[in-house]
């Protein structure tokens, strides 16, 4: 991607070494990806997500003649790009918008288009023989966290920490990578990933999003996309159509804010 075009802009990048990529004028450039899959966790045998899949063909480009692949890099490349699903960006690069950006961001469809042609380099120490990649919400500095998997075994543990923060959480999560990445064919790239919905949802609800909501509690920021973060008008929607009184009830008893929507949005004699 190319700099900014404003002075300004340029004299940041040199100043901290970032790329500045404008989301306003991000758009897709491979008409042959609009039917495929969005997300990781909708990949199938047949096609993976596109996203993933130009990863991939990134990765055996820029490792490839280096040293030869193997699944524990093909499964930590998996978890980068679930990362940017999750609204992570690799630190050395800024998002500029016509538009505010929160702090916060969680799913944008551009962070996908741009990242997904990107690897970072040096990720792999082979004198530790471990993963390292240094991420941020939104190219917010002031919050890097730190991606780091360790190879045991047939398992790779990976642990999200927040850098310069003792007060806050990291999370780990233990994959097998056997079950995930049983075989490398770069040439038929489904069929060297599998189970990739369950590896996704174990992601996300083990690493990326806990850490994401404590970043969003320490700075007093609204968790969304989440039940909480959703309008009232949603709210609404959700209790009269879908909940009967026993999950409306349960949903009450969580906060002040829900048991209010629902008393007020409960369907008329139920």
Same mark, same amino acid.
């Given at each position: ?166 007060? #806050? @959480?990291?999370?780990? +999560?233990? /994959?097998? %990578?056997? !079950? ?8 038929? *790239? ?39 973060? #959703? @309008?009232?008008?949603? +709210?609404? /929607?959700? %209790?009269? !159509? ?8 349960? *949903? ?19």
């Amino acid at each position: 991607m190319e700099p900014g075009s404003s002075g300004q802009g340029v004299a940041e990048a040199a100043e901290h070494s970032y790329q500045i990529h404008n989301l306003e004028t991000v758009t897709e450039e491979e008409d042959n990806f609009k039917e495929w899959p969005l997300l990781v966790e909708d990949s199938t045998k047949s096609q993976l997500s596109w996203p993933l899949t130009r990863l991939l063909q990134q990765l055996d480009r820029q490792v490839q003649p280096q040293r030869e692949l193997t699944t524990f890099d093909v499964l930590f490349t998996i978890a980068y790009c679930v990362g940017l699903e999750a609204g992570y960006v690799p630190v050395g690069h800024k998002l500029t918008s016509n538009q505010p950006l929160s702090r916060y961001a969680s799913f944008d469809r551009r962070i996908l288009i741009i990242f997904s042609k990107i690897i970072p380099s040096n990720f792999y120490n082979r004198e530790s023989r471990s993963y390292r990649l240094d991420i941020t919400l939104n190219s917010d500095d002031q919050q890097r966290c730190s991606l780091v998997g360790i190879k045991s075994g047939d398992f790779l543990c990976l642990t999200l920490t927040i850098l310069n923060r003792t007060d #806050l @959480p990291g999370r780990s +999560v233990f /994959l097998p %990578v056997s !079950r995930f990445v049983p075989l490398l064919n770069f040439h038929k *790239l489904p069929l060297s990933c599998q189970n990739l919905l369950e590896l996704s949802h174990k992601l996300k609800n083990g690493l990326f999003t806990p850490v994401r909501d404590d970043l969003c509690q320490d700075a007093d920021a609204a968790l969304y996309p989440s039940l909480y973060g #959703l @309008p009232d008008e949603v +709210v609404a /929607l959700l %209790v009269r !159509r879908y909940l009967g009184r026993k999950d409306r009830a349960r *949903l009450g008893a969580t906060c002040g804010r829900l048991r209010e929507l629902v008393k007020m949005y409960r369907p008329e004699g139920r």
